[in-house]
């Protein structure tokens, strides 16, 4: 059996959960309730990939607008800033404050501590409120704050993937923006939702980890205004 030392524990704010964060032999991992893993430092093929794809189909990288929520263990903040040019800015939204803690500290090499990249503006707080917030200002939106449209960490997360989410997210993007969505598992019913909205959506697929086994879904939305 692994043997894991609990680094810090950190309450789900708008829920009576927390997450908490694990060190292992040489990864690290963040759990849910019920022993559930969330992210670990071995595994995010995909989670790269959810930044890396959109800012890929960018026309402009150099000064690209690019929101990512949440920040989890740093690692589509950090492929959003290998693809971006030098006057870029990331705006990284995080719901968790101890998780911005946990990645200023040894969690964050793990990702090569983006948080110390110059590019980059931490929004203390739910994505959704700062996305209704936001008109007209983002290039890219990459969003992964829970296993999917089916989400486990905040029952308050299925707005971010209704039809009022999606419009939202909508209005905050600039012409010629691109919206990304990160899965699990697929789902009919979002995608569906997402081609209502008069969107035209690309599925993608992407290997959790190396080359086989579990892949899971980035859904990228273009918006041709
Ligand atoms: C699966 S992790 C993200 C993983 C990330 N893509 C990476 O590369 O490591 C989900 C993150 O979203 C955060 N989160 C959950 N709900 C949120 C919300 N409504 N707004 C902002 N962040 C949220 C969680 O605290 C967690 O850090």
């Known amino acids: 059996m692994r043997h894991w030392e609990l680094l810090g524990t950190a309450p789900i704010p708008g829920t009576d ?12 991992s963040i ?14 093929g995909s989670e790269d990939a959810l930044g890396q794809l959109p800012c890929q189909r960018l026309k402009n990288t ?15 903040l950090a492929a959003v800033l290998a693809e971006v040019g030098p006057e870029a ?20 090499e793990a990702s090569g501590y983006p948080l110390n990249d110059p590019r980059v503006r931490v929004h203390p707080g739910d994505v959704g409120r700062l996305l209704r917030a936001s008109r007209n200002t983002f ?9 999917g449209p089916a989400g486990l960490t905040a029952k308050a997360n299925d707005r971010l993937y209704s039809i009022d989410g999606i ?29 209502r909205c008069g969107f035209d959506v690309e ?18 939305v273009s918006l041709e205004r």
């Open 31 to 44: 759990k849910l309730k019920g022993g559930y893993e969330l992210m670990n430092t071995r595994k995010h």
């Open 167 to 195: 419009n939202a997210a909508q209005e905050a993007l600039r012409p010629g923006g691109i919206l990304a969505y990160w899965s699990a598992a697929p789902d009919r019913t979002f995608n569906e939702r997402l081609r």
């Open 89 to 108: 800015v990331v705006t990284v939204a995080e719901l968790v404050p101890e998780v911005v803690e946990w990645n200023r500290g040894p969690l964050g």
């Open 203 to 220: 599925e993608v697929r992407v290997f959790a980890h190396g080359s086989k086994g579990t892949r899971h879904v980035i859904w990228l």
């Open 62 to 76: 150099r000064s690209a607008q690019v929101l990512v929520g949440g920040l989890g263990m740093g690692f589509t």
């Open 17 to 28: 959960d927390s997450m908490h964060l694990y060190k292992g032999k040489d990864d690290f």
């Open 139 to 147: 290039d890219v939106i990459a969003l992964d704050v829970d296993n």
